[in-house]
DNA sequence: TTTTGGAATTAGAATAATTCTAATTCAGAA
DNA sequence: TTCTGAATTAGAATTATTCTAATTCCAAAA
Protein backbone atom coordinates (compact mmCIF):
# COMPACT_ATOMS: atom_id res chain seq x y z
CA UNK A 1 0.00 0.00 0.00
CA UNK A 2 1.13 3.26 -0.43
CA UNK A 3 2.08 6.16 1.40
CA UNK A 4 -1.33 7.97 0.48
CA UNK A 5 -3.37 4.74 0.33
CA UNK A 6 -2.38 4.53 3.58
CA UNK A 7 -3.18 7.66 5.11
CA UNK A 8 -6.20 8.20 3.44
CA UNK A 9 -7.06 4.69 4.85
CA UNK A 10 -5.93 6.01 8.51
CA UNK A 11 -8.30 9.17 7.49
CA UNK A 12 -11.27 7.39 7.22
CA UNK A 13 -11.07 4.93 9.54
CA UNK A 14 -10.46 7.85 13.11
CA UNK A 15 -12.38 10.27 11.69
CA UNK A 16 -14.91 8.82 13.33
CA UNK A 17 -16.66 10.80 10.32
CA UNK A 18 -18.17 10.16 6.67
CA UNK A 19 -15.96 11.94 4.56
CA UNK A 20 -16.36 13.53 1.04
CA UNK A 21 -13.59 12.98 -1.47
CA UNK A 22 -12.70 16.84 -0.94
CA UNK A 23 -12.40 16.74 2.82
CA UNK A 24 -10.50 13.80 2.69
CA UNK A 25 -8.14 15.97 0.23
CA UNK A 26 -8.47 19.17 2.35
CA UNK A 27 -7.26 17.00 5.40
CA UNK A 28 -4.36 15.36 3.55
CA UNK A 29 -3.00 19.23 2.38
CA UNK A 30 -2.07 19.43 6.00
CA UNK A 31 0.36 17.06 6.10
CA UNK A 32 0.81 16.48 2.43
CA UNK A 33 0.51 19.93 0.76
CA UNK A 34 1.65 18.65 -3.00
CA UNK A 35 -1.27 16.11 -3.35
CA UNK A 36 -4.00 16.49 -5.99
CA UNK A 37 -7.41 15.88 -5.82
CA UNK A 38 -7.05 13.24 -8.81
CA UNK A 39 -4.63 11.15 -6.04
CA UNK A 40 -7.17 11.25 -3.80
CA UNK A 41 -9.79 10.03 -6.00
CA UNK A 42 -7.41 7.24 -7.54
CA UNK A 43 -6.97 6.33 -4.22
CA UNK A 44 -10.26 6.04 -2.76
CA UNK A 45 -11.47 3.94 -5.91
CA UNK A 46 -8.25 1.67 -5.37
CA UNK A 47 -9.44 1.43 -1.66
CA UNK A 48 -12.93 0.71 -2.42
CA UNK A 49 -12.14 -2.15 -4.76
CA UNK A 50 -10.09 -3.99 -1.85
CA UNK A 51 -12.76 -3.91 0.03
CA UNK A 52 -10.73 -1.70 2.34
CA UNK A 53 -13.48 1.41 2.68
CA UNK A 54 -16.61 1.48 2.20
CA UNK A 55 -18.46 3.72 -0.36
CA UNK A 56 -22.00 5.80 0.94
CA UNK A 57 -24.20 7.44 -1.61
CA UNK A 58 -27.15 9.29 -1.22
CA UNK A 59 -28.99 11.55 -3.75
CA UNK A 60 -27.74 15.41 -3.60
CA UNK A 61 -24.77 14.57 -1.53
CA UNK A 62 -21.33 13.80 -3.08
CA UNK A 63 -20.49 9.98 -2.03
CA UNK A 64 -18.71 9.77 1.72
CA UNK A 65 -16.63 7.00 2.76
CA UNK A 66 -16.39 4.86 5.36
CA UNK A 67 -14.95 1.91 7.53
CA UNK A 68 -16.51 -1.37 6.54
CA UNK A 69 -17.41 -2.94 9.71
CA UNK A 70 -20.50 -3.63 9.48
CA UNK A 71 -23.64 -1.10 10.65
CA UNK A 72 -25.77 0.56 9.52
CA UNK A 73 -26.73 4.50 9.08
CA UNK A 74 -29.11 7.13 10.05
CA UNK A 75 -29.51 9.68 7.38
CA UNK A 76 -31.02 13.20 8.20
CA UNK A 77 -33.25 14.18 5.59
CA UNK A 78 -33.16 17.80 6.16
CA UNK A 79 -29.53 18.40 6.18
CA UNK A 80 -28.17 15.34 4.90
CA UNK A 81 -25.61 14.68 8.05
CA UNK A 82 -24.75 10.56 8.07
CA UNK A 83 -24.62 9.13 11.55
CA UNK A 84 -23.36 5.81 12.42
CA UNK A 85 -26.12 3.31 14.07
CA UNK A 86 -25.25 -0.37 14.78
CA UNK A 87 -28.43 -2.71 14.61
CA UNK A 88 -28.25 -6.68 14.16
CA UNK A 89 -27.21 -8.13 11.49
CA UNK A 90 -30.36 -9.19 9.32
CA UNK A 91 -28.60 -10.79 6.66
CA UNK A 92 -30.14 -14.09 7.99
CA UNK A 93 -33.65 -12.95 7.92
CA UNK A 94 -33.33 -10.96 4.53
CA UNK A 95 -31.70 -14.07 2.85
CA UNK A 96 -34.73 -16.68 3.99
CA UNK A 97 -36.69 -14.08 1.93
CA UNK A 98 -35.24 -13.98 -1.29
CA UNK A 99 -34.07 -16.81 -3.34
CA UNK A 100 -30.64 -15.32 -4.57
CA UNK A 101 -27.73 -15.31 -2.76
CA UNK A 102 -27.30 -11.81 -0.57
CA UNK A 103 -23.29 -10.69 -0.93
CA UNK A 104 -24.41 -7.64 2.04
CA UNK A 105 -27.23 -5.52 2.15
CA UNK A 106 -27.40 -1.29 2.98
CA UNK A 107 -29.60 0.06 5.19
CA UNK A 108 -30.51 3.68 5.81
CA UNK A 109 -32.87 4.79 8.17
CA UNK A 110 -34.42 8.41 7.56
CA UNK A 111 -34.88 10.81 10.22
CA UNK A 112 -34.76 14.30 11.44
CA UNK A 113 -31.68 15.38 13.23
CA UNK A 114 -32.48 17.32 16.55
CA UNK A 115 -31.19 20.62 14.36
CA UNK A 116 -33.59 19.88 11.67
CA UNK A 117 -36.31 18.96 14.02
CA UNK A 118 -36.15 22.25 15.89
CA UNK A 119 -35.73 24.15 12.41
CA UNK A 120 -38.87 22.58 10.98
CA UNK A 121 -40.66 23.42 14.30
CA UNK A 122 -39.81 27.24 13.52
CA UNK A 123 -40.63 26.75 10.56
CA UNK A 124 -44.26 25.23 10.70
CA UNK A 125 -44.89 27.67 13.77
CA UNK A 126 -44.22 30.97 11.25
CA UNK A 127 -46.43 29.17 8.85
CA UNK A 128 -48.96 29.40 11.31
CA UNK A 129 -48.66 33.09 12.39
CA UNK A 130 -48.57 33.75 9.02
CA UNK A 131 -52.18 32.92 8.55
CA UNK A 132 -53.49 34.10 11.83
CA UNK B 1 -49.79 18.95 -11.97
CA UNK B 2 -48.66 20.15 -15.43
CA UNK B 3 -48.69 17.85 -18.18
CA UNK B 4 -45.13 17.25 -18.78
CA UNK B 5 -45.54 16.22 -14.75
CA UNK B 6 -48.02 14.03 -15.91
CA UNK B 7 -46.43 12.46 -18.55
CA UNK B 8 -43.30 11.94 -16.50
CA UNK B 9 -44.83 10.03 -13.42
CA UNK B 10 -46.79 7.65 -15.43
CA UNK B 11 -44.04 7.29 -16.98
CA UNK B 12 -42.44 6.23 -13.98
CA UNK B 13 -45.27 4.71 -12.35
CA UNK B 14 -45.75 2.36 -15.76
CA UNK B 15 -42.28 1.32 -16.97
CA UNK B 16 -41.49 -1.89 -14.24
CA UNK B 17 -38.11 -0.38 -14.29
CA UNK B 18 -35.88 2.38 -12.78
CA UNK B 19 -35.50 4.73 -15.11
CA UNK B 20 -32.42 7.26 -15.21
CA UNK B 21 -33.51 11.00 -15.83
CA UNK B 22 -31.66 10.34 -19.17
CA UNK B 23 -34.19 7.76 -19.80
CA UNK B 24 -37.00 9.43 -18.92
CA UNK B 25 -36.43 12.03 -21.00
CA UNK B 26 -35.60 10.00 -24.14
CA UNK B 27 -39.27 8.12 -23.69
CA UNK B 28 -41.07 11.60 -23.04
CA UNK B 29 -39.41 12.96 -26.16
CA UNK B 30 -41.34 10.01 -28.47
CA UNK B 31 -44.55 12.01 -27.40
CA UNK B 32 -43.80 15.36 -26.99
CA UNK B 33 -40.25 16.22 -29.23
CA UNK B 34 -39.84 19.41 -27.83
CA UNK B 35 -39.10 18.67 -24.47
CA UNK B 36 -35.84 19.31 -23.16
CA UNK B 37 -33.77 17.79 -20.53
CA UNK B 38 -34.05 20.17 -18.03
CA UNK B 39 -37.76 20.45 -17.85
CA UNK B 40 -37.44 16.50 -16.87
CA UNK B 41 -34.92 17.56 -14.31
CA UNK B 42 -37.32 20.10 -13.26
CA UNK B 43 -40.38 17.92 -13.12
CA UNK B 44 -38.63 15.12 -10.87
CA UNK B 45 -37.60 17.44 -8.43
CA UNK B 46 -40.98 18.88 -8.18
CA UNK B 47 -42.12 15.02 -8.12
CA UNK B 48 -39.76 14.07 -5.38
CA UNK B 49 -40.45 16.96 -3.33
CA UNK B 50 -43.67 16.08 -3.18
CA UNK B 51 -43.26 12.39 -2.91
CA UNK B 52 -44.82 11.25 -5.31
CA UNK B 53 -41.46 9.55 -6.87
CA UNK B 54 -39.11 7.94 -5.18
CA UNK B 55 -34.92 8.56 -5.40
CA UNK B 56 -32.50 5.80 -5.70
CA UNK B 57 -28.85 6.73 -5.89
CA UNK B 58 -26.49 4.14 -6.11
CA UNK B 59 -22.57 5.30 -5.95
CA UNK B 60 -21.42 4.99 -9.81
CA UNK B 61 -24.63 5.40 -11.26
CA UNK B 62 -27.26 8.08 -12.44
CA UNK B 63 -29.96 8.56 -10.09
CA UNK B 64 -33.11 6.58 -10.76
CA UNK B 65 -36.45 7.25 -10.08
CA UNK B 66 -39.18 4.94 -8.88
CA UNK B 67 -42.89 4.46 -7.64
CA UNK B 68 -43.33 5.52 -4.03
CA UNK B 69 -44.68 2.29 -2.35
CA UNK B 70 -42.95 0.57 0.21
CA UNK B 71 -40.66 -2.05 -1.26
CA UNK B 72 -36.80 -2.91 -1.13
CA UNK B 73 -34.62 -3.30 -3.91
CA UNK B 74 -31.66 -6.08 -4.98
CA UNK B 75 -28.61 -4.40 -6.60
CA UNK B 76 -26.50 -6.16 -8.54
CA UNK B 77 -22.82 -5.48 -8.11
CA UNK B 78 -21.92 -6.11 -11.42
CA UNK B 79 -24.21 -4.57 -13.71
CA UNK B 80 -25.72 -1.93 -11.45
CA UNK B 81 -28.92 -3.56 -12.72
CA UNK B 82 -32.06 -2.85 -9.57
CA UNK B 83 -34.66 -5.17 -8.80
CA UNK B 84 -37.52 -4.48 -6.85
CA UNK B 85 -38.51 -6.77 -4.00
CA UNK B 86 -40.94 -6.92 -1.00
CA UNK B 87 -39.24 -7.75 2.33
CA UNK B 88 -41.62 -7.22 4.90
CA UNK B 89 -41.82 -4.00 6.53
CA UNK B 90 -39.44 -3.68 9.06
CA UNK B 91 -40.17 -0.62 10.34
CA UNK B 92 -40.79 -1.59 13.80
CA UNK B 93 -38.31 -3.97 14.22
CA UNK B 94 -35.90 -1.03 13.61
CA UNK B 95 -37.90 1.62 15.67
CA UNK B 96 -37.78 -0.56 18.64
CA UNK B 97 -33.84 -0.43 18.48
CA UNK B 98 -32.94 3.69 18.13
CA UNK B 99 -33.81 6.31 19.68
CA UNK B 100 -34.74 9.30 17.39
CA UNK B 101 -38.16 8.62 15.00
CA UNK B 102 -37.67 6.63 12.23
CA UNK B 103 -39.67 8.08 9.15
CA UNK B 104 -38.66 5.82 6.67
CA UNK B 105 -35.72 3.22 5.65
CA UNK B 106 -34.27 2.34 2.45
CA UNK B 107 -32.76 -1.21 2.07
CA UNK B 108 -30.58 -2.71 -0.77
CA UNK B 109 -29.33 -6.22 -0.92
CA UNK B 110 -26.25 -7.00 -2.83
CA UNK B 111 -26.16 -9.88 -4.78
CA UNK B 112 -25.07 -10.78 -8.52
CA UNK B 113 -27.58 -11.19 -11.16
CA UNK B 114 -27.22 -14.78 -13.20
CA UNK B 115 -25.75 -12.91 -16.52
CA UNK B 116 -23.14 -11.43 -13.79
CA UNK B 117 -22.61 -14.46 -11.90
CA UNK B 118 -22.15 -15.99 -15.08
CA UNK B 119 -19.52 -13.68 -16.43
CA UNK B 120 -17.58 -14.23 -13.34
CA UNK B 121 -17.62 -17.67 -13.33
CA UNK B 122 -16.00 -17.45 -16.76
CA UNK B 123 -13.79 -14.82 -15.51
CA UNK B 124 -12.69 -17.04 -13.00
CA UNK B 125 -12.62 -20.29 -15.23
CA UNK B 126 -10.28 -18.18 -17.72
CA UNK B 127 -7.56 -17.18 -14.57
CA UNK B 128 -6.95 -20.89 -13.68
CA UNK B 129 -6.68 -22.07 -17.25
CA UNK B 130 -3.77 -19.13 -17.51
CA UNK B 131 -2.10 -20.57 -14.42
CA UNK B 132 -1.93 -23.89 -15.69
C1' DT C 1 26.62 3.71 -9.14
C1' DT C 2 23.86 4.18 -13.25
C1' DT C 3 20.12 2.53 -15.85
C1' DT C 4 15.65 1.38 -16.51
C1' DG C 5 10.87 -0.24 -16.23
C1' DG C 6 6.82 -0.06 -13.86
C1' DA C 7 3.91 2.01 -10.57
C1' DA C 8 2.39 6.26 -8.40
C1' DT C 9 1.50 10.86 -8.80
C1' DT C 10 0.50 15.10 -10.94
C1' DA C 11 -1.71 18.47 -13.92
C1' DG C 12 -5.22 19.59 -16.08
C1' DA C 13 -8.51 18.47 -19.73
C1' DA C 14 -12.69 15.89 -20.27
C1' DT C 15 -16.99 13.92 -19.06
C1' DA C 16 -21.36 13.11 -16.86
C1' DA C 17 -24.98 14.48 -14.14
C1' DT C 18 -27.39 18.05 -12.54
C1' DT C 19 -28.60 22.82 -11.48
C1' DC C 20 -29.11 27.55 -12.50
C1' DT C 21 -30.31 31.79 -14.97
C1' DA C 22 -32.46 34.45 -18.06
C1' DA C 23 -35.43 34.69 -21.86
C1' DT C 24 -39.64 32.94 -23.79
C1' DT C 25 -44.05 30.86 -23.93
C1' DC C 26 -48.34 29.64 -22.17
C1' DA C 27 -52.70 29.45 -19.72
C1' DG C 28 -55.99 31.39 -17.16
C1' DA C 29 -57.82 35.61 -14.54
C1' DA C 30 -59.29 40.24 -15.00
C1' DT D 1 -57.73 41.17 -25.33
C1' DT D 2 -54.34 42.17 -21.88
C1' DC D 3 -51.86 40.98 -17.93
C1' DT D 4 -49.63 38.03 -14.56
C1' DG D 5 -47.44 34.30 -12.80
C1' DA D 6 -46.10 29.69 -13.66
C1' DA D 7 -43.98 26.47 -16.85
C1' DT D 8 -40.79 25.69 -20.21
C1' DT D 9 -36.79 26.35 -22.93
C1' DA D 10 -31.99 27.16 -24.14
C1' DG D 11 -27.89 26.95 -22.91
C1' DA D 12 -24.35 28.35 -19.60
C1' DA D 13 -22.55 26.94 -15.21
C1' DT D 14 -21.44 23.93 -11.57
C1' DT D 15 -20.21 19.80 -9.23
C1' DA D 16 -18.37 15.46 -8.84
C1' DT D 17 -15.62 12.42 -10.88
C1' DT D 18 -12.75 10.19 -14.39
C1' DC D 19 -9.34 10.09 -17.86
C1' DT D 20 -5.01 10.94 -20.30
C1' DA D 21 -0.57 12.09 -20.83
C1' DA D 22 3.50 13.79 -18.79
C1' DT D 23 6.38 13.45 -14.84
C1' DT D 24 8.35 11.58 -10.80
C1' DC D 25 9.70 8.03 -7.84
C1' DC D 26 11.66 3.83 -6.52
C1' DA D 27 13.57 -0.55 -6.55
C1' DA D 28 15.93 -4.04 -8.95
C1' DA D 29 19.13 -5.18 -12.84
C1' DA D 30 23.22 -4.20 -15.11
Redesign the pocket.
Known amino acids: ?????QQILDLILTSGDHL???QIYLRLKES?P?????????????LHGQNLIRKI?V?????RYDKTTRHDHLLCRGCGVLADVCLPDLTAQLQARVDVEILSYDLKLNYLCPRCRAAEAADQTKKEEANL
Open positions: MTNYATAESRVVLATVYNNLNTSEGYPD
